[in-house]
């Protein structure tokens, strides 16, 4: 008997790619499957693959396909669950596969409609699968969610990930959201791991986000007599032609060259410089890993095969899965509480805060004490943007949330924040948004305060782990928002994480936060790779 034989499995965006690949594997292994994702064609393709291996292996297993189901879509995802539990089908494996690449630029460029899109497709549609999935699933059924090593932490770690904000921002809360559905399952007996599997061949990888990232370079650096934008529009126009033969390269340069006005050895020289940058990209990122070798789509799905296993799961339950096996050198982003400076750092500054009303008006009063001028419009004329996400509210279980209030949480935590982030920076340099060259000498500082840890003598796990997906989501966005502000654009912008609260349950203190606030508008902070502050940390 084969080992999934009679066990069933379903894989998001699995016509393709990766999850393709997951799908193939457990049905060669006996599994019948569910297949969904938002096209028909690769969906019926796919489906065609795995009744061949069927036949083959003589499994007796079943295909059903659910084709136009975009995760992020509340109502397509519960009326595929609700069409599986009327035909009393139950699953023994989810696997959470489906994303998208996200815009791949600097975040001060990045579309918020395109930043919400990926929160919703990598996070929300994570946890509206899973929790939907709960009506047909029963004691011993797993959830596998795939992440990215990129978002995982390690001690006074969390790793930037250049041009991919909403995309790490998704990932590191998925990391934390599988930990905190393991503390909420474990009565189900339903078991939560993820996985972090590191590079993997892909042509997500080798056709949009390693060129993209090239083109992004090139669009902040420059390129021969292109201005910004008009890198970016020849970008747009030329870089899908990576890969194709010599003739539809050269056709595709005429052509573009015709519509943008441009020299057609301007763009063939460009589409070369996007190829090389490109191709340095996966050659600097196969260093970072011991035998230099991307993982292979098939050795992914082998893993989630082993994580599947009931013996396995059993004793993986909550982690997240492999350790990553790439070594990615940063330098410490992560610091405990600040130095109390001698220097008042806040006398004569100008001061905006937004968010949280009670502990705004704290803070105001603080900061004012200081010398601080805090105004109540967002200008250019301010020296420094904080916003105040406030605290997670109290419930039971994420898992009992209704979409609408998962939903406020994402808003409240995830998306808020990015919109405040983008629109003070729009303050400190207008129009920099579409011509990076603007940000070099800008100065500013926007501080970010985001929900408290749970204060108490005897707080649980299962509370702590709450927190810790909405602070999951801003640790590496915090981080990656800052880098492409220092490092790339060149620019004395700064963009800070506050995280209150202690993990042994202390009380947070607003007097740490002003503290650490009076630390960051020093020139000190400037210098310094430290991004993410826990001041009431003493470690």
Avoid at 34 to 56: F, H, N, W, Y
Avoid at 183 to 204: A, C, F, M, Q, Y
Avoid at 515 to 534: D, H
Wanted: proline share 5%; charged share 25%; glycine share 6%.
């Amino acid at each position: 008997m084969l080992k999934f034989q009679n066990k069933t499995v379903l894989v998001t965006g699995s016509g393709t790619g990766i999850g393709q690949a997951i799908t193939k594997k457990f049905v060669e292994n006996g599994a019948s499957a569910i297949v969904l994702g938002r096209r028909k064609e690769p969906l019926e393709e796919t489906a065609k693959m795995l009744e061949d291996i069927i036949k083959e292996k003589q499994s007796h297993a079943t295909i059903k396909i659910f084709d136009g189901v975009d995760v992020s879509d509340e109502k397509a995802v519960t009326g595929m669950f609700d069409a599986l539990k009327n035909e009393n089908v139950n699953l023994d494996v989810v696997v959470n596969n489906a994303g998208v690449s996200g815009p791949v630029t600097c975040f001060a460029h990045a579309p918020l409609d395109q930043f919400r899109s990926t929160v919703d497709i990598h996070l929300t549609g994570t946890f509206w699968t899973s929790v939907q999935a709960l009506k047909v699933m029963k004691e011993g059924a797993k959830i596998i969610t795939i992440s990215t090593f990129f978002a995982e932490e390690r001690p006074l770690e969390q790793r930037p990930y250049r041009f991919r904000d909403p995309y790490t921002a998704s990932q590191g809360a998925k990391n934390r959201l599988v930990e905190a559905m393991s503390w909420e399952l474990t009565e189900k007996g339903i078991i939560s791991i993820g996985t972090n599997p590191g590079p993997v061949h892909s042509d997500r990888i080798y056709k949009t986000v390693y060129p993209k990232a090239a083109s992004e370079f090139l669009r902040v650096s420059g390129f021969e007599d292109l201005s910004p934008s008009e890198v970016e529009a020849a970008n747009n126009e030329i870089v899908g032609l990576l890969g194709e033969d010599d003739e539809t390269i050269k056709s595709g340069i005429k052509t573009a060259a015709e519509k943008l006005g441009k020299p057609e050895t301007t763009l063939a020289n460009l589409l070369d410089k996007v190829k090389s940058i490109a191709e340095k990209i996966q050659k600097n990122t196969s260093t970072m890993i011991p035998d230099q070798q991307f993982l292979s789509q098939e050795q992914v799905a082998r893993t989630v095969l082993t994580l599947a296993d009931d013996d396995q799961a059993k004793i993986l339950n909550g982690k997240i899965i492999p350790g990553d096996r790439v070594f990615y050198p940063v330098k410490s982003h992560i610091r405990a509480s600040v130095p109390k400076s001698e220097k008042n750092n806040l006398d004569g500054k100008s001061v905006y805060i937004s968010g949280d009303e009670q502990k705004v008006s704290n803070i105001t009063s603080m900061i004012e004490k200081k010398g601080g001028q805090v105004t109540s419009s967002q200008e250019s004329k301010n020296d420094l943007f904080i916003h105040l996400t406030g605290n997670v509210p109290n419930f039971s279980k994420l898992t009992e949330l209704s979409r609408n209030e998962w939903d406020k949480l994402v808003d409240k935590f995830v998306n808020t924040p990015a919109a405040f982030i983008q629109n003070s920076v729009n303050k400190f340099v207008p129009g920099g948004s579409d011509d990076p060259r603007l940000f070099k000498d800008a100065k500013g500082r926007i501080v970010i305060i985001g929900p408290d840890l749970p204060a108490g003598k005897k707080i649980s796990g299962h509370e702590r782990a709450k927190v810790e997906v909405f602070r999951g989501a801003l640790r590496p966005f915090a981080t990656t928002v800052n880098q492409e502000f220092s490092d790339v654009l060149k620019s004395d912008v700064r963009s800070f994480l506050i995280l209150p609260g202690t993990v042994d349950g202390k009380e947070p203190s607003d007097e740490n936060i002003v503290n650490t606030i009076n630390y960051l508008v020093s020139e000190e902070s400037q210098s310094s790779s430290e991004v993410i502050f826990c001041p009431d940390e003493t470690r």
